[in-house]
């Protein structure tokens, strides 16, 4: 086995993927759920699967990649990545009333 062909095993290893609900239910003491515009939204637009920022950078992973994309509210942290990384700001982060 090559050194570089090494290299390139250990930096896979090394990769860590998001698994949702890892630390548990987390939606319920976030201030801020993200809202998806679908009028704005590439992929729901477009009707094909193109951009998903939303879903790539979600760190949570509590995006699916699916047309049109939907947000599992009971994990998600309301961080607002999302929001930022939309190119088409079709992500709005709304306030979460508490009673």
């Known amino acids: 086995m090559t050194d570089s062909k ?18 548990g239910k987390t939606g319920t003491w976030s201030n801020f ?16 699967a193109t951009c998903f920022n939303c879903w790539l950078y979600c760190p ?23 929001m930022e990384e939309c190119p088409v700001n079709a992500i709005t982060m709304e306030e979460v009333k508490t009673e």
Do not use: F
């Open 33 to 48: 759920k993200p809202i998806i515009d679908l009028e704005k939204c590439i992929p729901a637009k477009s009707g094909k």
């Open 60 to 82: 949570e992973a509590v995006v699916t990649r699916t047309i049109p994309p939907k947000i599992d509210l009971d994990y998600c942290k309301g961080c607002g990545i999302c």
């Open 6 to 23: 090494k290299d390139y095993q250990k930096i896979l290893a090394s990769v860590q993927k998001p698994v949702k609900g890892e630390a």
